[in-house]
């Protein structure tokens, strides 16, 4: 079928998670650092409908050798703005996409969608484990 689903839009396995680039972290073996990036503005289309999805993703991780690029995770997540995928699927690629290049040791993506038809969705996915102090603060 191509590159494109069925409602013209495109498929999430268009999405190269080679757009994110890493830096190395030299504090991974000295202490644990909680980064958190908010990306307010993610867009994806409805994989039914091709209608736009609206919602704010949130990445925070603990690394362990490497950081993300910011400037390269966002052209990472812009890629989503014609791609075809549901809420749940969204969140679990990125998380896996962000895993595969960082290695970290912890992560969670968190993505709150904005209401259709009155309901409002917040899905979250983990990987690894979370650090004693962020369990605290819950």
Not at 16 to 41: A, C, F, H, M, N
Not at 64 to 78: A, F, G, Q
Request: some cysteine; hydrophobic content about 30%.
């Amino acid at each position: 079928m191509g590159k494109r689903a069925r409602n013209g839009t495109k498929r999430a396995d268009t999405v190269d998670r080679g757009t994110l680039e890493v830096l190395d972290y030299s504090y991974g073996t000295k202490r644990d650092i909680e980064i958190k990036i908010d990306q307010p503005e993610f867009t994806s289309l409805c994989p039914i409908s091709g209608l736009p999805d609206f919602g704010c993703i949130t990445i925070r991780y603990v690394p362990k050798e490497k950081i993300v690029e910011l400037k390269s995770l966002k052209y990472y997540l812009l890629q989503y703005r014609n791609v075809g995928i549901f809420y749940e699927h969204v969140v679990n690629q990125i998380l896996d996409d962000l895993a595969s290049v960082l290695k970290p040791k912890f992560a969670e993506v968190l993505g709150t969608f904005t209401s259709r038809g009155g309901i409002t969705t917040t899905v979250r996915v983990e990987y690894g484990k979370e650090m004693e102090s962020s369990k605290e603060r819950g």
